[in-house]
């Protein structure tokens, strides 16, 4: 079985900065394509930022240049550095990852349970 657990949601003022985390543990082989996406109160879920399985990040205009995702690969684990943070960044956060799982030949697809983000002004 797989587990990916998210962590690191929080209040923080305006112009703060949080790291959300996602961990992946269980029968995980290794981490293909990783991803974040937010719900903001009111509102649909969106995509946030992508790291893709050759290392490239892209992500919503809305946070280019204040947020960064990266990996740690042996640990399995990828993160959502945000930074300079703004009230209208305040949404819960979903992880999404795609992985080979023990005994799999295809990547499959998971989500986190979801962190909430408050920024204050």
């Known amino acids: 079985q797989v587990r990916v657990m998210e962590s690191g949601g929080g209040l923080v003022q305006s112009g703060g900065s949080l790291r959300l985390s996602c961990s992946a543990s269980?029968?995980?082989?290794?981490?293909?394509?990783m991803a974040w996406y937010r719900q903001p109160p009111g509102k649909q879920r969106e995509w946030v930022a992508k790291l893709g399985h050759d290392g490239t990040s892209t992500y919503t205009d809305s946070v280019k240049g204040r947020f960064a995702i990266s990996v740690d690969s042996a640990k399995k684990t990828h993160y959502l550095q945000m930074n300079s943070l703004k009230p209208e960044d305040t949404a819960v956060y979903y992880c999404n990852v795609e992985l080979y799982e023990s005994g799999g030949s295809w990547p499959v697809d998971y989500w986190g349970q979801g962190t909430q983000v408050t920024v204050s002004p």
């Open positions: 269980g029968d995980v082989i290794s981490l293909y394509t």
